[in-house]
């Protein structure tokens, strides 16, 4: 566990590994809005042993310190981007992996984008590209806010709080202990970073921008959806993959939001594959 500074916010990271680190391939993980990094360390813990895997929490986030300029600018998700350009350049590691979640995986999609000479493979899991509705995103900026402004530190106390908080991202279950991990985040998350994140993750920018950045990938990567995924559904994770043919496209069964949690046996098995370069097999229950 560590802080470095990065653009001049200080940082939280720390590497999981088999050892001493250096010795294999980096896999960095990216984490989605309003968490942490924390709910990827199951999949570190087991990834280890053929990678070092690096976990840092996005600015503003988990236990990541907030931009003090909260200009629109620093709300921009390609703001993120460079934070991880800097993450790598200042831990001085060249080309790595990466493995990014929700909003985390749009940030890996802008770097893709302007850094792609710095990644081997990308995993992309509950993300793709979506049509702009004017109506309906100011209605969701509208809601998102009054989400992120109502956010009382005692609601964690509340029993079941986690179980409602985490119903609407999941269709299979998680330990309750890891609900009480991601309400905690989320209530802890900054203000304003949240809400700018929330603004431009659901904009008339990101539906021009993603598209021509998923169009321009150009390294191997696995776009995953959660087969029942309410918050970015299956079809807009096909939609983007449609548009490259270096994108692979694979949805786990019965899960929604978090389907390495939900299912995280038939997740780490396509997650493997891939990373190591080989065939994937569409998993049973989904119609190809």
């Not at 831990?91 to 995986?105: C, N, P, Q, Y």
């Not at 994108?247 to 949690?261: A, D, K, N, R, S």
Request: charged share 20%.
């Amino acid at each position: 566990m560590a802080s470095v500074t990065l653009n001049g916010v200080d940082h939280y990271y720390e590497w999981i590994c088999d050892g001493p680190q250096g010795n294999r391939p980096t896999l960095v993980f990216l984490h989605g809005w309003g968490g942490s990094a924390r709910y990827w360390e199951r999949i570190a813990q087991v990834m280890k042993q053929d990678f070092d895997c690096l976990l840092y929490d996005l600015r503003g986030f988990g236990r990541s310190s907030a931009a003090q300029d909260t200009t629109p600018a620093l709300g921009a998700l390609e703001s993120f981007a460079d934070d991880l350009e800097c993450l790598l350049t200042t831990l001085k590691l060249d080309r790595v992996f990466i493995s990014a979640h929700s909003m985390g995986a749009s940030v890996a999609l802008y770097f893709l984008s302007r850094f792609p000479h710095r990644v081997n493979r990308a995993i992309l899991t509950c993300n793709g590209s979506f049509e702009y509705d004017e109506l309906a995103f100011k209605a969701f900026h509208q809601f998102g806010g009054y989400v992120v402004m109502f956010r009382p530190s005692w609601l964690s106390r509340i029993p079941l709080a986690p179980q409602i908080f985490m119903s609407r991202f999941l269709k299979g279950q998680i330990p309750y202990a890891d609900k009480e991990v991601f309400l905690k985040d989320f209530l802890q998350a900054d203000p304003a970073t949240a809400l700018g994140t929330l603004k431009a993750s659901v904009s008339k920018h990101a539906t021009e921008a993603m598209p021509r950045a998923f169009s321009d990938i150009s390294v191997p990567t696995l776009l995953i959806s959660g087969q029942y995924d309410r918050i970015t559904p299956a079809e807009l994770g096909r939609q983007a993959a449609s548009l490259n043919p270096n994108i692979e496209y694979v949805e786990v069964p019965e899960t929604g939001h978090f389907p390495m949690l939900e299912d995280a046996t038939t997740y780490l098995s396509i997650f493997k594959d891939f990373l190591h370069g080989q065939s994937l097999a569409q998993p049973s229950g989904i119609e190809g």
